[in-house]
Nanobody, 126 residues
Framework: QVQLVESGGGLVQTGGSLRLSCTTS????????IGWFRQAPGKGREGVSC????????VYADSVKDRFTIIRDSAENTVHLQMNNLKPEDTAVYFC???????????????????WGQGIQVTVSS
């Protein structure tokens, strides 16, 4: 049974940093793509960054390129999202997601993934 638990969210000022973690269990970590998504109030869920199964190739939304980094730790079966230079428009609930065998060569979308965590709030104050 795929389980995904997000942690590390909170309140930060504009320009600050946060590191989200997605602790995974119930599947073979290296065989799954892992993605980070977010949903702001009144908006749809959008892809932030995803890491492919196997080679861990990373893809990013244009809005977070050069600010966010997805990091896979195979020893801990955990995926981190390092978020730097945060902006108020990054405020959202952040979700991690998992999908077997998925290889991504373009920014990820929610329909790419079937297993989801419960989400965690990130708030960036201006």
């Amino acid at each position: 049974q795929v389980q995904l638990v997000e942690s590390g969210g909170g309140l930060v000022q504009t320009g600050g940093s946060l590191r989200l973690s997605c602790t995974t269990s119930g599947f073979t970590f290296n065989n799954y793509a892992i993605g980070w998504f977010r949903q702001a109030p009144g908006k749809g869920r959008e892809g932030v960054s995803c890491s492919s199964a196997g080679d861990f190739n990373a893809v990013y939304a244009d809005s977070v390129k050069d600010r966010f980094t997805i990091i896979r730790d195979s020893a801990e079966n955990t995926v981190h999202l390092q978020m730097n230079n945060l902006k108020p428009e990054d405020t959202a609930v952040y979700f991690c997601a998992a999908e077997p065998v998925l290889i991504l060569m373009r920014p990820c979308v929610p329909s790419d993934f079937r297993s989801w965590g419960q989400g965690i709030q990130v708030t960036v104050s201006s």
